[in-house]
């Protein structure tokens, strides 16, 4: 078996905003499935509107995974909330058997100002454990190419190393193309005695004006020999999507040939670029 066989895979989507949308998101669900996925986890909006949809998606991925093998993982941001608000969903996750939670600050929405009661994510994993004990296994953000916010990349560093003294179980990263970035990141990592598996959360490549307007949004990098291809193909969609499998696939590959614990796909609630990268990868 190569190495790139036998990888641990996460996968991620977005609550849906209708009810064609999450049965659409069952589709695409099942399709994944099939690539034994460890766990499909489901994105959480700071400040409220979303928020039902995300229990809704997990819970009817939990119900879904209890047979066919995969776990339902909820991401949980804090900022703008109370104790008393993260307390309620907590208990509800484990009164519905759900073992594994994302942990994150969250950005509050424009408009909104009180950062609530958990001003970041390291103080969210501390009440997790002080709420909860060992229940959750607990998921944390890492930022190879550090945090957009962060004063310095010490700084970042540090914070991170917070949120694994507070009980983090493993991290996945914010999405990169750029392989030196987190080889670089987990090395500083074992340095400061930080030892949990860090996964690289990876974004297969469908649009690149979406991809480049999400990318500065979030302080990913892209980089320019990537970007200047893409811009040569102009609106050739099928040149985008075969360049952007190769090139994904072989960060994919680098990365876990470097020791990459796993892959987390941030998959957009579309089946087809994640099944294609990991067919290669497993090829
Ligand atoms: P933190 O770890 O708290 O860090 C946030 C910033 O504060 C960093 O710049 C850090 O250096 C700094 N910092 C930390 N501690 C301190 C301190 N004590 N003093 C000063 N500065 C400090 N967002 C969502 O809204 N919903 C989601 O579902 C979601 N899922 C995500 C999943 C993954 C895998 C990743 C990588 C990101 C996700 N995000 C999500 C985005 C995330 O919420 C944002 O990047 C947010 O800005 C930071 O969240 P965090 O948990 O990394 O925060």
Known sequence: MSIAQDFELSIEFFPPQTAEGMDKLRQTRDKLAALKPSFFSVTYGAGGSTQERTFEAVFDIQAAGAN???????HLSCVGSSKDSIRAILKRYRDKGI?????????????????????????????????????????????????????????????????????????IT??????????????????????????????????????ARFSDACGAELPRWMRKKFEGFG???????????????????RLLRAGAPGIHFYSMNQAELTAEIVRRLRA
């Open 68 to 74: 066919a093998g995969y776990d339902a993982a909820p």
């Open 99 to 171: 073992r594994r939670i994302v942990a994150l600050r969250g950005d509050l929405p424009s408009g909104m100002a009180d950062p609530g009661e958990l001003r970041y994510a390291n103080e969210l994993v501390d009440f997790i454990r002080a709420e909860t004990g060992d229940h959750f296994h607990i998921e944390v953000a890492a930022y190879p190419e550090w945090h957009p916010q962060a004063k310095s990349a010490r700084d970042d560093l540090l914070a991170f190393k917070r949120k694994v003294d507070a009980g983090a179980d493993s991290a």
């Open 174 to 211: 914010q999405y990169f193309f750029n392989a030196d970035a987190y080889e670089h990141f987990v090395a500083e990592c074992r340095a400061l005695n930080i030892t949990l598996p860090i996964v690289p959360g990876i974004m297969p490549i469908a649009s690149f004006s979406k991809l």
């Open 235 to 253: 609106d050739d969609t099928e040149s985008v999507k075969a360049f952007g499998l190769d090139v994904v696939t072989e960060l994919c590959d």
